[in-house]
């Protein structure tokens, strides 16, 4: 309207799109925010300028924070890494980790922390890029501390088992030795006893004696094969034999 003090222009502007977009992205924001606070995760996001945007309740307790993740938001987490660092079992090698990936701004999952009170942690750390600029990164710890007791238990239990496994091939391969110095004798005897005096019956019992030892001998290299076998070591050799032979000794030895 004209007035005789002068002109005013008034208009209309829609801003309804905006109003909509805004309401979306409080929306997205907040489901996002209920969903990093209920991850079983550690879970802290920071703009290029290493200042809070995003962090949960888990991240807190995790690192003995004494503050709520309402707290921490636009704080500077650029003294965080040398305030936590005396909870880690390295400190330096934690704090000195942190700067590498900070630097180098590449994506690096399921990285090992150890925690100096024995829990272990695996450290995701993604880089977040928008049209082509850096826009900060996202933290993410996991506890795994039970799977990796279990993982220790069971790699124990496989070493003790192959402990067991050895001592028992050294007892077998030691005990079949011993055993194969007396049986040579026992062995050699009947070969003298083969040339001495002996009637037709007296000849036919070392023969079978004979037999019996041989195969005692037989019996005795099997177990020092079996010990090779576990130590990995073990060979075939071709020999030849005579079948019927040595059904005749089965049959007569039994």
Known sequence: PQTGEGTAIGYLLDVSYEADTKRRLRSLNSRLADLIENLNAAVLVEDENRDIVLVNEEFCRTFSIPATPAELIGTNCA????????????????????????????????????????????RDFVPTVIDGAYRGHLWVYRDISERHASRRALADARDEALRASRAKGDFLATMSHEIRTPMNGIVATVELLQDAAL???????????????????????DVLDFSKIESG????????????????????LL
């Open 79 to 122: 003294d965080s890494a040398e305030q936590s660092k005396a909870l880690m079992a390295d400190p330096q090698a934690f704090v000195t980790r942190i700067d590498t990936l900070l630097d180098t701004r590449e994506r690096v999952l399921n990285d090992e922390v150890r925690f100096a009170d024995g829990r272990v942690f695996e």
């Open 199 to 221: 009637d037709d019956d007296g000849r036919e019992l070392v023969r079978i004696l004979g037999d019996a030892a041989r195969s005692l001998q037989g019996i005795l290299d």
């Open 233 to 252: 070591k073990a060979q075939v050799h071709p020999e030849s034999f005579s079948l019927a032979g040595t059904v005749r000794a089965v049959a007569e």
